[in-house]
Every structure is written in C-alpha cells, then in structure tokens.
C-alpha cells in the first residue's frame, strides 16, 4: 500500500487532495482510476477498520458499559478514534458560549467523519438547488439537479445505497435498479407509519449507504468506469470483497465487512490499487502555495510527527478538509496578490456558514409495551423516515417560514448499554429492584422519538474568520466562528414541536416533556448537527462567489474545493451524498482540463 512520508512523496504529483473524508475520498477515487497521479494529505492518523473496527463487542466490555466521555462523546466503541467536539492542541473560537455560539465537530483520522457518519443518503431535489428563484431567499446555485443527477447515480452505484423511488415532489427517484432494498420496518414502524399517514405526513423508506445485498460486480464498473477496463477490473474486485450487511452492529462504530460506506472501506482501496495513489497521514496543511503565474503550486504542512514543515507540488490543488477547515487554509493562505486569504478576491471565503435545524421530540407508547424480545439491530434503526410534505402550503404562503424539514425517527430495542435504563427514568421515577427491572422490561422499545432536520437559510451573522489571536499547538491561526439563526429557522423548529407531539398523541402516546414553543429554545445549537457547509460558495458571478459551478476558484485556476464549503444553500437533506456527486464531478471536470493541457 503506497502509504508515503515526507521523504517519500514522488512530487511534482498531478493533483494533490488535502483530506480523507467523502470529498477527498471520492476525488482521490475518480482521478486515480482515471489515470491521474495522486497525493492525499490527511492531518489524522492511519486506520484501518479490518483490525480496528470494535464491531462485536458489547458494552461490558467497555469503561462506564461504552458511555461517551469528552475524547469519545459519541461513546468508547464510536469509530472515530481521534477527533469529537474538542480536539487536543487544536482549539477554535466561537463568539459566543453555548447554545448560541457555534460548535465544531472534527473527526482527525484516515476517512474522516465518513468512518461513523449516520450514512443517510437523500439527493438533494430541483427546487433545492434554486432556492431563490422560489422564495426570493439566500442564493440559487450555479446548477440544477439536472447537472448533479448523473453523478448521485454514480455514487449510489458505487457506495450502494438502501432506499426506494415514491414519486414524491422535491424527493428524486434513483433510476431503476440503482438503489438496493431497504430493510424491513420495525414494529414500531409500522405504527408510526400508519399514524403519521392519517395526519398526511408521508413515511417512506429511508435511504442510507449499507449494502444490503451483495452488489453488481458485473454491470457496475462499466457504468462508471465506460472505456476503462483496467479501472472497471480494480473496482469489480473490490466490489466483491464488500460483504452484505449482517444487521446486528452498530454503524457508528464502523464496518469491518465493508457493507457501510466509509471512504477507508469503499474509496481508498481501489484506488490504492490503481498504484497511482499515494496518502500521507499526520499531515497538517496550513496553506496553498502560489506561483509567480497565480497558480497553486502544491501545499505546505506540518508533520504531525515530527513537526516539521515540508511542501510539495503539484499541477492542481482540490480541498476537501471539511468547509471550515478548507476555509481555515484559504484564508491562512496569505500572499502579496491575496492578502486577505487565497481565492479571496470576492471576500466571500469563511462567509455564509450553514448547519442543519435540529429539534427533537420524545414520547412513550403504551401499546408497544413489553412485547417479546425481537434483535431490532443493525441500520441504526433507520428503516424508514418522512420527507418535507408541506411545499403546497409553502408556496400558498399558509407557513410563517420559508423551506422545509425532514424527520429521521427514533424506535425499537437495539443492544442495551449505559444510558438505557437511564432513557427511562422519567417512566420509572424512585424505582428500584425487583419492581425496576420489570419496569424496564416493560417500557423498553416503547420509546419513539422523532429527530426534525431542516433547511437553514445562509445569513451574513453566521460565518468564520481568522481569529488574530489564538494558534494551534504548531503555531497555524485558528478560526473565530460568529453564528446566529434567523427567525425561518426558529419558526420552523417550533414546527417540528408541534408536528412529532401530534404524532405521538395520535399513536395513544405520552410526551417525555411539553413541547418548546420558543424558537430560540427549540432550535439545535448552530454546528450541534454537525452538517456544516458553506465558507466557499459556489454561483455564476466570481463578485459574489469563491468558485465557479465547477468548484473551481475563480481567482486560481488550478484550485478547486471539493468539500461541503462549495454549497450555495443547505437543504433539508443531509449533505454527504451531495458532497461526493459534486466532487466527482469536479474531478471529471479537473481530468478533462488536464487532458486538454489547459491545467
Ligand atoms: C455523528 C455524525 C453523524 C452524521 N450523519 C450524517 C448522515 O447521516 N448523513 C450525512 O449526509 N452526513 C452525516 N454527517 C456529516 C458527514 O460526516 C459529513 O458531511 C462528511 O463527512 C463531510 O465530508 P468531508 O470530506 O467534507 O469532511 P470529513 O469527512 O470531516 O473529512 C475531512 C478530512 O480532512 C482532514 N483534514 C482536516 N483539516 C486538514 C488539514 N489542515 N490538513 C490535512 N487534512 C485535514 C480531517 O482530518 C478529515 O479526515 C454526520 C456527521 C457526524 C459527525
Ligand atoms: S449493521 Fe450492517 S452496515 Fe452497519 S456495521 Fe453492522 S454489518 Fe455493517
């Protein structure tokens, strides 16, 4: 495996990627396999999930049975074995405290966040990428779903993705055959579904990347890969060493059969076999080198391991360290042309943050009371979930928000841990012993809740600079984030409120605490999501956009981002499935470029 160091690296590469997650990993994936020499820099370590990943341990097992603590918040056996909300030597500033401010998420390792990532996969539909030209709100993008489709097939077929095609407005069908077949509903499903339909509410299954059945060796790498046998042999091989999902593990811990999407698992191997990848871990870029002809001539960083800094070249430079990193290295990248920041002419770079809405609501149902123990395991339980359904009413003017949300549930009985009996509490206040236990017994997976994930609007409060000040532990300046929703936002989270506690009361249930009817309380912390995009939107006019539709910046030909900083607007639907269709159609736009020696 060409894994490289400093003295290594075969420089002058044909493109370097800065990042490992789902923008690097698909950028580093489409131009190796396309004959393209690559070197990607990631500032985490090595990892490798077939030895790593704690797949089938339980939770006593585990220190405090796998509770999460501050260096593994989302629990001991999480697949992000560096990375969480704090990262050690590597700090951030947010102009306010919590809940206000703004929270930052880093993973720091091989895969990024693709490693425990809840997998959901929506496309994003046509009204989102031309928002404005609907509602008069925030930016339309420089291309429309049309532009965008053939590369979310591509990525279904290659990542594979469960799901099904409803015809329903702003949600895309998949073409025929693309997606694979979502698993079965759980109990609770059913009810769920059966109540939220009498309300109008459509429930359908969800769509996420875990392979459930074995995928197309045989027709797939010549639709992806059309006039290239070498590369449709490479991925057809690497396609059947992806087992089917055995539905008893939790995703989030990663996948050591390969049957979730993880850039490590999916990504990297076969382009790694390509031999025309090489990755070097440890390593911390803080700028984008800029020739005496305004190109980007490779990149310096930091070895983590030694702390030295090196540069090396290259005839193109994709970002795709996450978008506020990427807009961390752009504005650290400071010359005498760019003194604000590379690619910063618009001074758009670090502007127009977005995160996703998030409000939560949690109730009880008595009738899925203490029914018999069933393995409810396996695809985190998201079998099915609800998309926006209100755009009629939207556009009738009848909602006092513009854009929508969708709605991820919550239920079943999976593998008890720490928190399980304490999720609970509130149904059995003083309980103990004998009595306790059967209360458990009784109340467990009867629990539902209901996760709303909504569309924010860019505002001009909510973005990040360099703060003057504060340094990392190598000394790079840090970002400074200011953040504030706006009242579409807060309207539209009391909204989520008052539709998931008609949803219970209409299931015979009772709510786990009244609902918030104060947006500023019912709203997610800015970032708590952890869906940020923006900081390097893309749109048709280089005054009022860091690159072209392309992701190509406008001010520096050979440098693309390639990382959710592109997004023009943040959709309802998670952004992950879109970060890597615009990043591979960005590579297949750098390979044509390069082909054509205008690179
Ligand atoms: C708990 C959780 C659940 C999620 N669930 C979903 C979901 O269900 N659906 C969805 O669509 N999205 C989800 N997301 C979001 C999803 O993980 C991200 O959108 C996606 O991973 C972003 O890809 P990326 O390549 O931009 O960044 P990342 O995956 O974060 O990868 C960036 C990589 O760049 C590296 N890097 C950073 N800075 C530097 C530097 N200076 N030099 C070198 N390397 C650097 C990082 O170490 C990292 O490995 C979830 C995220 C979390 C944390
Ligand atoms: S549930 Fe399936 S996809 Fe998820 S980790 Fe287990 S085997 Fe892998």
Avoid at 13 to 19: L, M, P
Avoid at 123 to 138: A, I, Q, S, V, W
Avoid at 247 to 255: F, L, P
Avoid at 527 to 533: C, T, Y
Wanted: glycine fraction near 12%; charge should be neutral; hydrophobic fraction near 40%.
């Amino acid at each position: 495996m060409p894994f490289v160091t400093p003295d290594t690296m075969q420089g002058p590469y044909d493109v370097i990627v800065v990042g490992s997650g789902a923008g690097g990993g698909q950028s580093a994936y489409t131009l190796s396999m396309e004959g393209a020499r690559v070197l990607m820099l990631e500032a985490g370590r090595r990892y490798v999930p077939e030895t790593e990943t704690p797949m089938f341990q339980t939770p006593e097992q585990a220190p405090l049975l796998g509770e999460g603590t501050p260096d593994k918040p989302f629990g001991f056996y999480d697949a992000t074995v560096d990375g969480g909300w704090q990262v050690p030597g590597e700090p951030y500033v947010s102009d306010a405290p919590a809940p206000q401010g703004f929270a930052w998420w880093r993973a720091r390792m091989l895969g990024g966040r693709t490693n425990h990532w809840g997998r959901i996969s929506l496309r994003n539909g046509p009204y989102d990428f031309k928002p404005y030209t609907r509602d008069g709100l925030g930016f339309d993008w420089p291309i429309g779903y049309e532009d965008v489709a053939p590369y979310y097939d591509k990525v279904e077929m290659l990542i594979g993705v469960y799901g099904s095609n409803e015809g329903l407005e702003n949600t895309p069908d998949s073409p025929a055959g693309i997606l694979l077949p979502p698993p079965s509903r759980l109990v609770s499903d059913y009810m769920i579904q059966r109540h939220a339909n009498a309300l109008g509410i459509p429930t359908i299954p969800a769509h996420r990347a875990v392979v459930t059945a074995k995928l197309d060796a045989d027709t797939i790498p010549a639709r992806l890969h059309p006039g290239n046998p070498a590369a449709q042999r490479i991925l057809a091989a690497a396609m059947r060493e992806r087992g089917a999902c055995l539905w008893a593990t939790a995703c989030g811990r990663g996948c050591s059969v390969r049957a979730n999407y993880q850039s490590v698992t999916v990504h990297l191997p076969p382009a790694l076999a390509t031999g025309r990848l090489d990755i070097g871990t440890d390593a911390m870029v803080h700028e984008v080198t800029l020739g005496a002809d305004g190109k980007a001539r490779g990149v310096s960083f930091v070895d983590k391991r030694t702390g030295r800094q090196h540069t090396v070249r290259a005839r193109a430079v994709i970002l795709a360290a996450s978008a506020c990193e990427s807009a961390r290295i752009l504005l650290n990248s400071k010359s005498a042309q760019f003194p604000d920041g590379l690619a910063n002419s618009s001074g758009l770079v670090g502007r127009y943050l977005m995160d996703t809405v998030g409000s939560s609501v949690e109730g009880q149902i008595p009738a899925l009371e203490a029914l018999p123990p069933l393995n409810e395991d396996g695809a985190d339980g998201h079998a099915l979930y609800m998309p926006w359904w209100l755009y009629g009413d939207q556009k009738a003017g009848r909602l006092p928000f513009a854009r929508g949300y969708h709605v991820e549930l919550g239920s079943g009985r999976r593998l008890p841990g720490f928190g399980t009996a304490a999720s609970m509490q509130w149904l059995t206040p003083g309980g103990y012993g004998v009595k306790l236990k059967q209360d458990l017994r009784r109340y467990y997976g009867s629990l539902v809740s209901f996760d709303g994930r909504g569309e924010m609007i860019p505002n001009e409060r909510s973005y990040c600079e360099i703060d003057p000040k504060a340094k990392d532990r190598w000394g790079i300046p840090v970002l400074r984030f200011h953040w504030d929703w706006s009242d579409h936002e807060r309207l539209q989270a009391v909204h989520m409120q008052r539709s998931f506690a008609q949803i219970i009361e209409a299931m015979g249930g009772r709510l786990r605490a009244p609902i918030e009817t104060d947006g500023a309380k019912a709203i997610s912390q800015g970032g708590s999501i952890i869906h940020e995009v923006g900081g390097a939107i893309m749109g048709a006019d280089a005054t009022r956009s860091v690159t072209n539709a392309w992701g190509q910046t406008w001010d520096v030909p050979n440098l693309f981002v390639a990382d959710g900083a592109v997004f023009a607007s943040n959709a309802d639907k998670n952004p992950t499935l879109t970060i890597m269709a615009l990043a591979w159609r960005t590579a297949d736009h750098l390979l044509e470029r390069m082909r054509r020696k205008e690179l």
